[in-house]
T-cell receptor, first 113, second 111 residues
Framework: ETGVTQSPTHLIKTRGQQVTLRCSSQSGHNTVSWYQQALGQGPQFIFQYYREEENGRGNFPPRFSGLQFPNYSSELNVNALELDDSALYLC????????????FGPGTRLTVL | RKEVEQDPGPFNVPEGATVAFNCTYS??????FFWYRQDCRKEPKLLMSVYSSGNEDGRFTAQLNRASQYISLLIRDSKLSDSATYLCVVNIPSGTYKYIFGTGTRLKVLA
């Protein structure tokens, strides 16, 4: 196991609602990245946090936001949910900064009705 | 053009067969390369990093061709347990280092 955990494992929301997903990195891993994986697609980069600062962002609208805490755990927040937000949300942590190998958590499967 | 392209498959091969996957990438500034394996409805798991000199891990061999901008994965003596989706990943230093994934290649090893 990678030591990266995510909660919840599954979530059902309705359109327009807000959701918070959580990720706990491996001990000492200072970088966390979030990805969205739609069915049949590869994961798409949402953003990355390094030492509590956003360190890069993919092509996702501002209603996708995040936080990284001093213990390097992280949250992904999505506001005004849309049907297309239904996906597997993955977080990945790395030990030695943004360029290091990433290890993935089990993901949160979000369904928006 | 997609930044990372893979043949989605599926590749259906008999047990014991050798199978090869290719992946092309468009950004010549790409710095590191990986193959991840993803089982159905599970998270991606690192299979192997890919080095310029090529590298081997048991039945798996990865190669990188920077000039032609492609990477490959060779699986020898396929096992039923190799059935999965194989994701090609490129790490691009664009502001930060971000992983760009291909869509994955599905492999099904048949008894």
């Amino acid at each position: 196991e990678t030591g990266v955990t995510q909660s919840p494992t599954h979530l059902i929301k309705t359109r327009g609602q807000q959701v918070t997903l959580r990720c706990s990195s491996q001990s000492g891993h200072n970088t966390v990245s979030w990805y969205q994986q739609a069915l049949g697609q590869g994961p798409q980069f949402i953003f990355q946090y390094y030492r509590e600062e956003e360190n890069g962002r993919g092509n996702f609208p501002p209603r996708f936001s995040g936080l990284q805490f001093p213990n390097y755990s992280s949250e992904l927040n999505v506001n005004a949910l849309e049907l297309d937000d239904s996906a597997l949300y993955l977080c990945a942590s790395s030990l030695a900064g943004p360029g290091d190998t990433q290890y993935f958590g089990p993901g949160t499967r979000l369904t928006v009705l | 053009r997609k930044e990372v392209e893979q043949d989605p498959g599926p590749f259906n091969v008999p047990e014991g067969a050798t199978v090869a996957f290719n992946c092309t990438y468009s950004n010549s500034a790409s710095q590191s390369f990986f193959w991840y394996r993803q089982d159905c409805r599970k998270e991606p798991k690192l299979l192997m990093s890919v080095y310029s000199s090529g590298n081997e891990d048991g039945r798996f061999t990865a190669q990188l061709n920077r000039a032609s901008q492609y990477i490959s994965l060779l699986i020898r003596d396929s096992k039923l347990s190799d059935s999965a989706t194989y994701l090609c990943v490129v790490n691009i230093p664009s502001g930060t280092y971000k992983y760009i994934f291909g869509t994955g290649t599905r492999l099904k090893v048949l008894a």
